[in-house]
């Protein structure tokens, strides 16, 4: 089975949802001491980083 590289654009998006992630994920570790974060903004990070790999794994066949 031959791995597709990823299109210049599922690159794109790729990166974009990581880098939202890790900003909300920041600001959520910057918030812990203040008080516990909040479900949705932790769902939302997670669904990012999960639609970031669903595209890589799908253009890499699995291989990250």
Do not use: D, F
Not at 25 to 45: D, Q, V, Y
Not at 49 to 62: N, P
Request: aromatic share 0%.
């Amino acid at each position: 089975m031959a791995t597709e590289k990823p299109t210049a654009e599922q690159h794109r998006q790729a990166v974009q949802h990581i880098t939202e992630a890790q900003r909300i994920l920041n600001k959520l570790r910057e918030e812990t001491g203040k008080h516990p974060a909040s479900r949705e903004a932790i769902a939302e990070a997670v669904q990012k980083l999960e639609m970031a790999l669903a595209i890589l794994s799908v253009k890499t066949g699995g291989v990250l």
